[in-house]
C-alpha cells in the first residue's frame, strides 16, 4: 500500500499537486481548488502534530473499525466522504501559496515527528496508519481535482 513516507510516493503526490492551477475545477464535492488546498494543508498540519484536534464521541465509538475498513487496501476514499468541521473551508485565497504550503507539509513526512498522534474520528494512530491515511487522503483530494 502506498504511504507518504517512501519518497518516490510523495515525488508522484507533489507533481500532481503542481499541476493544479486556479483554474482546476471539481469533479465533485462543494470545494473550490483554494478550499481544496487549504483543507488539506490543515489535514497535513494535523498529522504532522503542528494541531491537535479532540476525538469527536462519535469516533470513540466507531473509529477504529471505520480506520480499519479505509486502510484495508488500496481502493481510493468515497466521493464526498465527510470531514471534521474545523477542516471544512469557507473562504478564498492564493491558489499558488497554499499549494507550495502543502508541498512543503508533505516534504516533512522524509523525517516525520515521532508522538502519539490521535485522530480526530479514527482515534490514535500509528505511524504506518497514518502514512497510509495521508496517501489516500491527498491522492483523493487531487482525484476530486482530476489530478
Known amino acids: 500500500m502506498k ?12 507533481n500532481r499537486i503542481n499541476t493544479l492551477n486556479e483554474n482546476s ?13 487549504k483543507h488539506c494543508t490543515l489535514w497535513e ?8 484536534y479532540k476525538q469527536a464521541f462519535i469516533g470513540r465509538l466507531f473509529g477504529k473499525m471505520a480506520l480499519r475498513s479505509v486502510i484495508k487496501d488500496e481502493n481510493p476514499l468515497s466521493r464526498n466522504t465527510p470531514t471534521i468541521p474545523e477542516f471544512v ?6 491558489v499558488t501559496s497554499q499549494k507550495s504550503k502543502w508541498i512543503a507539509l508533505l516534504e516533512e513526512h522524509e523525517h516525520f515527528p515521532d508522538f502519539d498522534f ?4 479514527f482515534g490514535k494512530m500509528t505511524k ?20
Open 45 to 52: 498540519e494535523m498529522a504532522l502534530g503542528k494541531k491537535k
Open 3 to 14: 504511504t507518504t513516507f517512501d519518497k518516490a510516493t510523495r515525488d508522484e503526490l507533489i
Open 89 to 94: 473551508v469557507r473562504e478564498n485565497g492564493d
Open 128 to 147: 504506518e496508519q497514518i502514512g497510509y491515511m495521508a496517501y489516500k487522503h491527498t491522492d483523493h483530494h487531487l482525484r476530486q481535482f482530476n489530478s
Open 25 to 37: 475545477m471539481a469533479q465533485w464535492g462543494k470545494m473550490n481548488i483554494y478550499q481544496m488546498l
Open 118 to 121: 490521535v485522530h480526530p474520528f
